[in-house]
């Protein structure tokens, strides 16, 4: 269970790339468009999980709302990573950035293709 913070309108099965692995697709009343996308080992699990938990402290919370207790809403999240939190890491300091690759062991770099490479899977 995963809260979007609206009210989901269509959902579809959808393989984005031709012998790439199926997506769930949705889209909402206000107009947003989300994809789940399955991680494909255990690395990339603990990699993205990581980050979006070094993510959440990264910066004051959105609103005023801690993500965690937001995500959560209706249910606990589980086994649900948040993609656009992750995608926050571009948007922060050089300084903050570095920081939080070497907690993954990481280079900023190699964080930024990971995310590009995970953000391929779906455009």
Known sequence: MFH????VTA???????AGGTQSLLY?????ALGAMTPFLNREEVD?????EMHMRQAGPPL?????LRYRSY???VKDVI??????QYAALGRDQQRSIAEQLD??????LKRLESRRELVV
């Open 4 to 7: 979007v913070d609206d009210t």
């Open 47 to 51: 990699f993205f999980s990581h980050l």
């Open 63 to 67: 609103c005023g709302n801690d993500h």
């Open 11 to 17: 959902i579809q099965r959808a393989e984005m790339q």
């Open 106 to 111: 990481a280079t900023p770099s190699e964080v």
């Open 74 to 76: 209706f249910a606990p």
């Open 82 to 87: 948040d993609g656009d939190l992750c995608e």
């Open 27 to 31: 889209a909402t009343v206000g107009g």
